[in-house]
């Protein structure tokens, strides 16, 4: 197979690529712009393409397939070169759904809780030896890549996002996948730029219920009063397993989860965790794997990248990163952080990136959800605001939305930076949360100075 892909430098297409390179085809790709890590990941795979920018040449009759990325748009040339010589043309769940139609398919979905669930399921399975194929949407330990398509695995795994497929294609990624078992994990309304009111938004699970194979599995948290809505809509001809959070007690460096009687250790901590370690329990019941035989695979999980990662640790300090961003997520991670360290005083800072929230009027959604904090913190850049072109938010806004008169704004990262160095103490933990980058600051760095004797655990 000779396959080119448009818009290669993105996180799950440059993964794609040197998956399908692996598997043995011929990948070719483009982009306008590639930034790390996907340009060392390119280059190492001998992928990266020679120059940046869009050019037709790169399409030609030899090819089988071109495949779509989100950042490919109408009018690209290459992609008007493809459909001028009838080349098939995909977006990727498409494509990931070509390569997996005769395969047992798993789709994790739900507006919150997706990479961890999924993680937890891709680490027993490995550790049960299984052959299975992937997508999850961030690195996870032991796995070289995020995607991984083959012929001899029966199973495939799935991540399934509920935001648009493509450029071309408005519908959400998940209803590519067909599912034969699914989880949904929670709904929480986002993305609301392309999801204006959260009716349209629930919509989206009502089409993904409705798109499962006949026959199929949905596993869904019955502590979700928004899911439970949707199960009450159900297709006669599916089965459902509900699953809720069991009951846990707080360890240093995890938590004793009880377990048909038992305490057993895991090292993950926080309500929501030991949530999505039910719903990933359940799925692998549905695959064959014994109760006692996930719980021991557990044992050794060490968890998905900016999910809840501890990036550097003194003796009574710690610095979390989260990819947290959403109202929910921003909830439960505070509170986890918080009741995993009682004593310590909790600085936890969220950066405002996304177009949801950076909208004035979605503000209200955060109302208590930093509350868990003691030192509550907002971050936002008045330039991406321009950029998405959003009227300008004020403290007031912030502090008013958030419910929170406590909060600390910051629009400028060397004050923020200051401002984190100046708290570092004794018995503090910081937790910085962001779908971002805070505009480039070196987190890794500020985290290793605020944190006395800090050593710097990702290294």
């Given at each position: ?9 993105g ?10 390179q692996?598997?043995g085809?011929?990948?070719?790709g ?5 930034f ?9 795979n ?5 120059q ?11 090819l089988?397939?071109?495949i ?8 690209n040339?290459?992609?008007e ?10 977006s990727f ?5 070509e390569?997996i139609k ?21 680490h027993?399975l490995r550790?049960q ?18 995607v991984?398509m ?16 493509s ?10 996948y067909h599912?034969?078992?699914s ?16 009716k ?14 006949p026959g199929?599995?949905i ?19 599916l ?18 989860v ?19 370690l ?9 695959l064959g ?9 557990m ?11 501890l ?5 009574d ?23 995993q360290?009682p004593?310590?005083k ?33 971050y ?14 004020t ?13 600390h ?11 984190i160095r ?38």
């Amino acid at each position: 197979m000779n396959i080119h892909l448009i818009a290669v430098g993105g996180s799950i297409m440059h993964n794609l690529a040197i998956a399908l390179q692996n598997k043995g085809y011929k990948v070719t790709g483009s982009d306008d712009e590639i930034f790390e890590p996907a340009k060392s990941h390119l280059q190492e795979n001998n992928l990266l393409p020679q120059q940046t920018g869009w050019f037709e040449e790169n399409i030609h009759i030899g090819l089988d397939a071109v495949i779509i990325g989100m950042h490919a748009k109408q009018g690209n040339p290459e992609l008007e070169r493809a459909r001028a010589l009838q080349i098939p043309i995909y977006s990727f769940p498409e494509y990931v759904f070509e390569q997996i139609k005769n395969k047992r398919r798993v789709v994790i979905a739900g507006s919150h809780g997706k990479t961890t669930i999924t993680s937890m399921i891709l680490h027993v399975l490995r550790q049960q030896e299984r052959k299975f194929d992937y997508l999850v949407g961030a690195a996870i330990e032991g796995f070289d890549l995020m995607v991984h398509m083959s012929e001899q695995a029966p199973v495939a795994v799935l991540e399934g996002d509920e935001y648009l497929t493509s450029a071309l294609d408005p519908s959400p990624k998940f209803l590519h996948y067909h599912p034969h078992i699914s989880l949904i994990s929670g709904i929480a309304w986002d993305h609301i730029n392309v999801f204006p009111t959260y009716k349209e938004y629930f919509h989206q699970f009502e089409r993904f219920v409705h798109l499962h194979e006949p026959g199929s599995t949905i596993i869904y948290n019955q502590d979700d009063q928004e899911i439970l809505k949707l199960v009450q809509q159900s297709r006669p001809d599916l089965y459902y397993v509900p699953y809720q959070q069991p009951s846990f007690t707080p360890q240093q460096n995890g938590s004793l989860v009880r377990q048909n009687k038992h305490d057993i250790f895991v090292p993950v901590f926080g309500g929501h965790n030991i949530a999505n370690l039910e719903g990933a329990r359940q799925v692998c019941h549905q695959l064959g794997v014994e109760d006692d035989q996930f719980m021991d695979a557990m044992k050794t999980f060490t968890g998905a990248g900016k999910r809840l990662e501890l990036i550097s640790e003194g003796s009574d300090c710690a610095f979390y990163r989260d990819f947290a961003h959403a109202p929910s997520k921003v909830e439960a991670v505070v509170k986890a952080l918080k009741e995993q360290y009682p004593a310590r005083k909790l600085i936890a800072c969220l950066e405002l990136h996304t177009y949801s929230s950076l909208q004035k009027h979605f503000l209200a959604h955060y109302a208590g959800k930093m509350g868990y904090a003691d030192v509550p913190i907002v971050y936002f850049n008045s330039h991406e605001l321009a950029l998405k072109q959003l009227p300008m938010l004020t403290e007031e806004d912030i502090r008013e939305g958030f419910q929170n008169d406590a909060i600390h704004v910051f629009t400028d990262k060397d004050q923020l930076a200051a401002y984190i160095r100046e708290q570092h103490g004794k018995n503090t933990n910081f937790l910085f949360m962001s779908s971002g980058q805070f505009d480039g600051l070196d987190i890794q760095a500020l985290a290793n100075a605020v944190c006395i004797d800090g050593t710097n655990q990702s290294q």
